[in-house]
């Protein structure tokens, strides 16, 4: 059977929509969402196969730019609202539109690519990597304590409306973002995600609630929750389900956490979507109570790889030759010279030495933001060390101290 794959125009854009609902389960998103996410839709970076009149296969691109090691800022096309209809599975859709997207991402100058896999299995041969993980948490806050910093006690809580406390909120995500490699940097429009709100994503729980944390009249810090209520008998048993929680120092964060631990009637304090380094983990008294899983976050492929590598910072000088095998986007394949300078600054050239370490481009976007380590992945016989002592001086040169995390879908 052949389809038409062409880029969206804005015409065709509920039909889209509507093939993105119908495989993730068929239940429209509400009305709030999809305004939303209509007006921040790039439809020139959105393509659509169509089967005569009917759209049954979808992929997006946002034009994000995201931190790296280092604190840079760089550009990355978001990939998004990926679906094939189910009644045109196996035909080659979802390849076809990778294959395209990607030569598009190339010629639109960006190095990256990133996404969120629905199901971690798909896409790996097309050259993700998965470069990040997120912590969920679900604290049992009649029981665990805090371990409070100096200075805690000098934070003050003001409870705000989401809407009304954007701007503060936003301010310190601009701050806090370029310490985290893995974090989306805001784009114009983008900070409607965090405060929208719609009925049917709240779980039964109250409408999105806002506390600031405030030092000498300045915002230092924020979270965004929901309240659900519950009762065992007469014993209150509330559930605070946090969305959003950020600062700019370790008081107003641990005085922030301490608000959640202490509102009433609740008795337990859960999150989905944090750090796999979080702070939190080391001021609880008991990690146990806490309920800690980890999963796949971020997936990272290298459009162009040269210019991927040399767009973050290193932790230590490096000269390897590495032999990467890229059989989706082959302008990537063959053997690279990383060289990495006292500063943490880097070049990376084609060259015809000897390879030194041999890897697929999918391995590369794994270890490309500093939290999956070439050595771990070495252990599993996904990377070759072909001289000797290559994979220590490449691990370490990777490596960061804070881990990747990217703190939102898109």
């Given amino acids: 059977m ?22 993730f389960g068929g239940v429209p998103v509400s009305p709030e969402t999809r305004e939303m996410y209509a007006a921040l839709a790039e439809p020139g970076r959105a393509l659509g196969h169509w089967d005569g009149a009917e759209c049954v296969g979808t992929a997006g ?20 609202m990926v679906s094939v209809a189910s009644t045109h599975r196996r035909q ?97 429009g983008w900070e409607r995600v965090p405060v929208n709100d719609p009925e049917s994503a709240r779980s039964g729980g109250s409408p999105l609630q ?36 950020a600062a700019l120092d370790p008081a107003s964060y641990a005085a922030l956490w301490r608000f959640l631990f202490g509102i009433d009637l609740t008795s337990v304090v859960e999150c989905h979507n944090r750090p796999a380094d979080d702070a939190v983990l080391r001021l609880v008294s008991d990690v146990r109570r806490c309920e800690v899983r980890v999963r796949d976050g971020l997936y990272v492929r290298l459009v162009e790889l040269g210019a991927a590598l040399e767009a973050r910072s290193y932790r230590a000088p490096a000269d390897v030759v590495l032999e990467v095998e890229d059989g989706f986007c082959p302008w990537n394949a063959g053997r690279w010279r990383l060289t990495v300078d006292a500063k943490g600054s880097a070049t990376c050239r084609r060259t015809d030495d000897e390879p030194e370490l041999a890897l697929s481009v999918a391995e590369l976007g794994s270890a490309f933001l500093g939290g999956v380590s ?18 220590d001086e490449a691990s370490l040169t990777f490596s960061t101290d804070v881990r ?5 879908g898109f």
Wanted: glycine share 10%; with cysteine; hydrophobic share 40%.
């Fill in 2 to 23: 052949e389809t038409d794959l062409h880029v969206l125009s804005a015409a065709e854009w509920d039909s889209w929509l509507g093939c993105i609902e119908l495989a």
């Fill in 61 to 80: 691109a946002y034009s994000f730019r995201m931190t790296v090691p280092g604190g840079a800022a760089v550009p990355a096309a978001g990939v998004t």
């Fill in 92 to 188: 080659g859709l979802l390849t076809s539109m990778m294959r395209r997207q990607l030569d598009d991402v190339r010629s639109w100058g960006e190095p990256l690519a990133v996404l969120t896999a629905s199901e971690p299995g798909i896409y790996g041969r097309f050259g993700y990597g998965a470069a990040t993980e997120e912590t969920s948490l679900r604290i049992d806050s009649s029981r665990v304590r805090l371990a409070l910093p100096p200075g805690t006690e000098g934070v003050r809580m003001r409870r705000s409306s989401p809407k009304e406390a954007l701007d503060a909120c936003e301010a310190v995500y601009a701050r806090v973002a370029p310490a985290r490699p893995g974090t989306p940097v805001r784009q114009p």
């Fill in 210 to 245: 806002c506390v600031l944390a405030e030092r000498d009249g300045e915002v230092t810090g924020y979270v965004t929750f929901h309240l659900r209520p519950g009762w065992n008998g007469a014993v209150p048993e509330g559930t605070v389900a946090v969305r959003d929680l």
């Fill in 374 to 391: 070439l050595t771990a992945l070495a252990a599993a016989g996904l990377v070759r060390e072909l001289r000797a002592g290559a994979l």
């Fill in 404 to 408: 990747p995390w990217c703190p939102h």
